[in-house]
């Protein structure tokens, strides 16, 4: 079956780095679009990003923008997400998921991202 | 890129109904038919349920439908069960590659 196990959570400063990846299985990878979304501590579900599945097509959320960037490895069947200048408001749950025609099918488990000094 | 509009709570006994909202604009509910709804149960990543505005994926229970009327998405839960209290997300394509999703609304069986 389909799985999705994302890693790379952790807890990090203001203004510091972190890079997410989510491991692919059970499915022909590149023929999938992906994306990240994140769910803040109680909150509500917010799409953060999506790429095609050669990587050529890549849209963000305007929050994120210039800060986070996401790219996919075929070869090694993963995607992940570049954060950088990372902020208080970015600690969340971060899923990624794959993406057919707008729908979220797939989910993997999440990865916590905690900013905090 | 704002949020759709979803009602904090609903509620029903079992058995009965209910019918969750999801309001939008012209711009992304209304302007398309890619509007898709998740069930997340406490401490659970997300569950599709609905996906192109009423078409179910394998394994769904048909109690679960879903319908779009202008620019409001409609989820419909038929014969509630206790198994069908949790938080609901819609979601939309909203052009120029972008996503939006609604704010959530927790579904209550009394």
């Known amino acids: 079956q389909v799985q999705l196990v994302e890693s790379g959570g952790g807890l990090v400063k203001p203004g510091g780095s972190l890079r997410l990846s989510c491991a692919a299985s059970?499915?022909?990878?590149?023929?999938?679009?992906m994306t990240w979304i994140r769910q803040a501590p109680g909150k509500g579900l917010e799409w953060v990003s999506y790429?095609?599945?050669?990587?050529?097509?890549?849209s963000h959320a305007d929050f994120v923008k210039g800060r986070f960037t996401i790219s996919r490895d075929n070869a090694k069947n993963s995607l992940y997400l570049q954060m950088n200048s990372l902020r208080a408001e970015d600690t969340a749950v971060y899923y990624c998921?794959?993406?057919?025609?707008?729908?979220?099918?797939?989910w993997g488990q999440g990865t916590t991202v905690t900013v905090s000094s | 890129q704002s949020a759709l509009t979803q009602p904090p709570s609903a509620s029903g006994s079992p058995g009965q109904s209910v019918t969750i909202s999801c309001t939008g604009t012209?711009?992304?509910?209304?302007?398309?038919?890619?509007v898709s709804w998740y069930q997340q149960h406490p401490g659970k990543a997300p569950k599709l349920m609905v996906y192109?505005?009423?078409k179910r994926p394998s394994g769904v229970p048909d109690r679960f439908s879903g319908s779009k009327s202008g620019n409001t998405a409609s989820l419909t839960v038929s014969g509630l069960q206790a198994e069908d209290e949790a938080d609901y997300y819609c979601?939309?394509?909203?052009?120029?590659?972008?996503?939006?999703f609604g704010g959530g609304t927790k579904l209550t069986v009394l």
């Open positions: 998921t794959t993406l057919t025609y707008y729908r979220m099918d797939v």
């Open positions: 059970g499915l022909t990878f590149s023929d999938f679009y």
């Open positions: 790429i095609s599945g050669s990587g050529k097509t890549i």
């Open positions: 012209s711009s992304d509910v209304g302007g398309y038919n890619y």
């Open positions: 192109e505005v009423s």
């Open positions: 979601t939309s394509y909203a052009g120029s590659n972008s996503l939006v």
